[in-house]
């Protein structure tokens, strides 16, 4: 009994050996909350096993529509670095660090993209800023060095190991964006238009000649007047556009409607402003774009 009694306490000291331990790596780890999802993602693949990440707005949530609860006030103030789009993405995410009195070092991961401009919705005066970048991939290439540097600076150690991980993932980003190319290629240019749910795809159909049009504007807040939708109908119908998505943050009811009056069967869900969930076919960066890429030219080629 005795025996058997030091071998339970041998083990219980071995496991608490292995907790501590476990308790230090983490605690090496450097804290960042990013955001959204998909940055989360474009953090976690520069910072590899450096960085423990927070993501403010998860998969298949809407950031337009986001709103901060006291959790969040406190993993921003427990973290080192706090990553944002930016470019009017996420308002919401100045106003949480500043309630929360946050002192730390922060990167807008779109800083250096040109951005582009759309026209003034109804009620509005101004042309709105579309804070979509990364939907071109080529953008995302100043949002990874971005972060890279950011990361850099926060944990000087690591910065050969974000270099590399930053560079590597440029390369991906190249090849992602040559097969996207090679498969818009085979569409001829008068079948390149796609109904979308809101207005996000402005840099993705720029970057490779599609035409996009939406019911709703750049946010999802916005809701498009009757007479809107029934001009968009017209048009779907006149054009003989087949190719009909819905986002996955979206409220489908909108462009179900839409299909139903326009006599259109809307395809798969197209992943925009969030990922999937985990083991979904967006839960990273470069599958979301795959994804939207394959059910897009099949859409089209039914145009």
Known sequence: MKNLRQKFAACLAALALCSAATAGLAADKLPVVASFSILGDLVRVVGGDRV??????????????????????????????LVTNGL????????LAKSAGYRGQSVVASQGVKPRSLPA???????????????DPTHVVRYVRNIAAALSQADPAGASSFQSNSEAYVKELQTLDSWAKAQFAAIPADKRKVITSHDAFGYFGAHYQVRFLAPQGVSTEAEPSAREVAQLIKQIQREKIKAVF?????????????????????GPALYVDALSAPGGPADSYLKLMRHNVTQLVRGMQLN
């Open 121 to 135: 919705e109804k009620g509005q005066h101004h042309a709105e800023t579309d804070p979509h970048a990364w939907q």
């Open 52 to 81: 423990a990440v927070t993501t403010l707005v998860g998969p298949d949530e809407d950031a337009h529509v986001f709103e901060p609860k006291p959790l969040d006030a406190k993993n921003i103030l427990q973290t080192r670095l």
């Open 88 to 95: 009017g993405f996420e308002p919401w995410a100045e106003k």
């Open 246 to 266: 819905v986002e996955n943050m979206s409220n489908p009811k909108l462009l179900a409607q839409l299909s139903k009056d326009a006599g259109v069967t809307p």
